[in-house]
């Protein structure tokens, strides 16, 4: 079980607007741990979309933004298009585990 | 350009053992830690483990701790993932991915299946 949980499912329009929320505590996003999501497509290596809370890898579209404030994050997806239709995760890091990595539970977007 | 290619996944018996390999080029490989991130059928990326820039330090997740043995090779530029006393619930795809000095990832592989059935 993942310490950040994320909504299993979100969904919307061509050309909405729909956010994913990401929560974590205080061991994790709440302690200052940047705030990462990828964007991932069944059988295909995840994709970078935003790095360091709001920032978009060169190649991302601007439609793509992020956020984060206390102890959760969100990811929002504006002008919502057919191609990301794909699991998305945030990803930070908790000073409470071994290992300090963790990722969300996952979202599936579908664009209706 | 960067690459990280997966190799030596399959099926196994409970209980065997397996070992993934992580080929990396297009980049210093000396100057990044690499970490290995499976995704079993229908469920969610988990992170799994990752070995130091330099190889001085590794952290596991709870799950594989004991079992899992990650390395690398600077002469080769690949990182394993030795996989002792695998359980049906170590059935996932395996990725290998690079992280930058933001602790993100950048850039991963495709991916290996491990499919642990008897």
């Known amino acids: 079980q993942s310490v950040l949980t994320q909504p299993p499912s979100v969904s919307g329009a061509p050309g909405q607007r729909v956010t994913i929320s990401c929560t974590g505590s205080?061991?994790?996003?709440?302690?200052?741990?940047?705030v990462h999501w990828y964007q991932h497509l069944p059988g295909t290596a995840p994709k970078l979309l935003i790095h360091s809370n709001n920032n978009r890898p060169s190649g991302v579209p601007d439609r793509f933004s992020g956020s984060k404030s206390g102890t959760s994050a969100s990811l929002a997806i504006t002008g919502l298009q057919a191609e990301d239709e794909a699991d998305y995760y945030c990803q930070s890091y908790d000073s409470s585990l071994s290992g300090f990595c963790v990722f969300g539970t996952g979202t599936k977007v579908t664009v209706l | 350009q960067v690459q990280l290619v997966e190799s030596g996944g399959g099926v196994v018996q409970p209980g065997r053992s397996l070992r993934l390999s992580c080929a990396t080029s297009g980049f210093t490989f000396s100057n990044y830690a690499i970490h290995w991130v499976r995704q079993a059928p229908g469920k969610g990326l988990e992170w799994v483990a990752v070995i130091s820039y330099d190889g001085s330090s590794e952290y596991y997740a709870d799950s594989v701790k004991g079992r899992l043995t990650i390395s690398r090779d600077k002469s080769t530029s690949t990182v394993s993932l030795q996989m002792n006393s695998l359980r049906t619930e170590d059935t996932a795809t395996y990725y290998c991915?690079?992280?930058?000095?933001?602790?993100?990832?950048?850039?991963w592989g495709q991916g290996t299946l491990v499919t642990v059935s008897s």
């Open positions: 205080s061991s994790n996003i709440g302690s200052a741990y940047d």
């Open positions: 991915a690079r992280v930058t000095n933001g602790d993100f990832f950048d850039y």
